[in-house]
């Protein structure tokens, strides 16, 4: 089995249409980032529903041919999101998952590898550095044309808080959560800029208060949101399916971006065999490069932390 790299048809597969699948299928046909767009389910009806009532939006936004489809449709596609599996319930963590999309991941895997020709693999379910990283071993890929969306949801939710704090838009916020998409994410505040000014400093001429009870609100809201959002609604999608977007984007379309998404480890910060979020390059063959930024003591400790306990979750999976 290859990955080739050819870039044509702008096709994608979702598997899974579940909330988050539907989302990030109404997401990419409205911004046009798609050609094709093929849901498959094993609730053939339900995805079927789904397909229709997105596709006959009216035609000015967004006109990707939208169907519901069977595993041979993974043929040829430049990108294939795995969004299939249970999403938490109030009160359980990411982790808990483990075992129950361990196992649909599995046969996910096992149908996707019968018709895979080329194209990168982007795995959202849950918990997804683990995840991620049995799919980047079950495929059998090289290094990054398997990834997960891992914390670039709570990197934009940072961003927001940030901005939010600040008063600006988001669009002059950078900054970035690492490690895991869960309870042991670190957010990089040694990094974190303001109109491309350290936060810091831009804080301190704009007579703002800054310091580290702020910084623990801002980073306590961020990794509380996703389990917030779920006590509210029971679920989170519309979040998730702006940030895959932006991602499909930058395969498909071959306009390269900075994120901060999970993929395995190459020996980066010291670490190998495990896949946690590290910004990174993502362009037409996936997570193309993994950015060594240098990291404050506390949140380098921190990763190691997440190394840790994801080592310890991926040791008790088969
Ligand atoms: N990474 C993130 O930032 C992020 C954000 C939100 C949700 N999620 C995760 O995304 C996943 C999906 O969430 P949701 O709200 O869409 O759940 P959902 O229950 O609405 O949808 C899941 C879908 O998966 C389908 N499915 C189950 N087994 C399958 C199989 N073997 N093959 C094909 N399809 C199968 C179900 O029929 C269902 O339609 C969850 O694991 C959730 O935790 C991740």
Known sequence: ?????????????????????????????????????????????????????????????????????????????????????????????????????????????????????????????????????????????????????????????????IADYVGLSTGVINGYIVGEHGDDQVPVWSRVTVGGIPIEEYCKDMNLDWNKDIREDIAKRTRSMGSEIIREKARTHYGIATCVCQLADSIINQRPTIASVSSVLLGEHGVRDVALSVPSVVGPAGVQQRIRERWASEETRGFFDAVENIRAVLSSVN
């Open 1 to 161: 089995m290859s990955a080739k790299y050819v870039i044509g048809n702008r096709k994608v597969a979702i598997i899974g249409a579940g909330y988050v699948g539907s989302s990030i299928a109404y997401a990419l046909t409205l911004r046009d980032v798609a050609r094709e767009i093929v849901l498959i389910d094993i609730n053939h009806d339900k995805t079927d529903g789904e397909a229709k009532d997105i596709r006959h939006g009216i035609q000015s936004m967004g006109t990707a041919d939208l169907y519901a489809g069977e595993y041979s449709d993974c043929a040829d596609c430049d990108l294939i999101i795995i969004t299939a599996g249970r999403g938490r319930l109030p009160g359980e963590s990411r982790i808990d998952l483990t075992n129950e999309n361990v196992k649909i991941l599995r046969s996910v895997i096992d149908s996707i590898k019968q018709y895979y020709t080329r194209g990168v693999i982007l795995v959202i379910s849950n918990p997804v550095d683990i995840l991620t990283f049995k799919a980047n071993e079950w495929m059998g890929l090289p290094n990054g044309v398997v990834f997960g969306s891992g914390c670039i949801l709570d990197s934009s939710r940072f961003v927001r808080c």
